[in-house]
């Protein structure tokens, strides 16, 4: 009994914490992101989230950040691999994409842009954008990562963002992470 | 069967209510959280503009490579806090944390304040008094009332190119920040 009451008592936590999904955590295909960490009255599992993280959050009124950790495909994203990321995205001032190792290193290779930034991507016609993630050079907007190995993570962030107002029910668009070739 | 059924059924109970301990608890237990990270910065009652980690290395915020920062932490113990400046016109936005780092307040400069940051923060006595003197505050400031008295300010301001990082910076060392005696005045009328 005592087994199974460590188990679930410790695996359910860790669960909430780190996925989070039926905990608090909104998920919109490759992308999940907690709309409660930029609330002024968050539900318990947010604030056990808050601390465990010890980042820096956005407030609701500031913006609201998502995160991949796997393709569209439900793949985990691993630097052997390149992606593309493209589609619609929310109505935002801006947003930004940069690739992070899962404890949050940016993982750009050194002396190349850090993360993409919306206002200053090449566009197809209909204003959609693709960025390339990956090692190997890329045309277009091109997310260099460095030449470590292992898992990572894709950090987008939206800054001023009215699809807030009504979340959950409103985004009705992020981008596709697809995976093109691997090593 | 049956008896093993309900050592089953009693570890899953006994599980939830090790679950929501654990979750209820970690707050208070976190020995790593926003607010120590922030305290290492040394930003008590003074602006100071977060480095920027170069590439590779540890990100402990998750500062974002196209924002700059500036943080200010604030004692309402020792006073309202005040924090105030001029901002460049690119995006900006300002939050206000407890810390547990839940969100107090935030805001952007696409709110109608322009580029005038004037940011009052006040616990829940000094609201009070400051309702119950009508005191008349300055047109623009915004007053935050928080519900704790250790709480940290963070502004975050849009790059237009990562070349302007040294020049905002600049722009975000040069706000100011720290407690009024605004009471003190109000007493005093």
Redesign the interface.
């Known amino acids: 009994?005592?087994?199974?009451?460590?188990?679930?008592?410790?695996g359910?936590?860790y669960f909430?914490?780190v996925d989070g999904r039926f905990f608090g955590a909104y998920r919109w295909g490759a992308w999940a992101a907690r709309p409660e960490?930029?609330?002024?009255?968050?539900d318990?599992?947010t604030?056990?989230y808050?601390?465990?993280?010890?980042?820096?959050?956005?407030?609701?009124?500031?913006?609201v950040q998502f995160i991949a950790t796997e393709d569209s495909d439900g793949q985990a994203l691993t630097r052997a691999c390149t992606y593309r990321v493209a589609g619609s995205t929310p109505v935002a001032?801006?947003w930004?994409l940069?690739a992070?190792t899962p404890?949050?290193?940016?993982?750009?290779?050194?002396?190349t842009?850090?993360?993409m930034?919306s206002?200053?991507l090449a566009r197809s016609n209909s204003g959609v954008a693709a960025i390339h993630v990956g090692t190997p050079l890329a045309a277009g907007n091109w997310l260099e990562l460095?030449a470590g190995t292992g898992h990572f993570q894709l950090v987008l962030?939206f800054?001023?963002a009215s699809f807030l107002a009504g979340f959950g029910a409103s985004v009705t668009a992020l981008p596709a992470v697809i995976k093109e070739d691997c090593a | 069967m049956i008896r093993a059924l309900l050592w089953l059924i009693a570890g899953l109970m006994l599980g939830l209510v090790i679950h929501l301990v654990i979750i209820l608890i970690l707050p208070r237990f976190a020995a790593d959280n926003v607010w120590t990270q922030v305290q290492k910065l040394e930003a008590m009652g003074q602006v100071v503009v977060v480095p920027q980690p170069a590439p590779g290395a540890p990100n402990p915020l998750g500062l974002d490579p196209e924002m700059a920062y500036a943080i200010c932490q604030f004692d309402l113990t020792e006073g309202p806090g005040a924090f105030s400046g001029e901002l460049p016109a690119d995006f900006w936005s300002v939050g206000i944390f407890d810390r547990d780092g839940v969100s107090v307040y935030s805001t952007t400069n696409r709110s109608g304040v322009g580029q005038s940051l004037e940011l009052g923060i006040f616990n829940a006595e000094q609201t009070r008094l400051l309702s119950q003197q009508q005191f008349e505050i300055e047109e623009g400031l915004l007053i935050v009332a928080a519900p704790q008295n250790d709480v940290f300010a963070v502004v975050r301001l849009a790059l237009p190119y990562p070349e302007m990082r040294t020049r905002y910076e600049q722009a975000l060392a040069a706000l100011t920040c720290g407690h009024t005696n605004v009471l003190d005045t109000i007493s005093d009328k």
Request: proline share 5%; net charge positive; aromatic share 6%.
């Open positions: 009994m005592l087994v199974i009451a460590l188990l679930v008592g410790f359910l936590s909430a914490l960490v930029g609330a002024t009255a968050p318990p599992y604030r056990a808050l601390a465990r993280t010890g980042t820096l959050q956005l407030g609701r009124g500031e913006g001032a801006f930004t940069r992070t404890d949050g290193i940016n993982i750009a290779r050194e002396g842009p850090q993360s930034h206002n200053r460095d962030t800054y001023d």
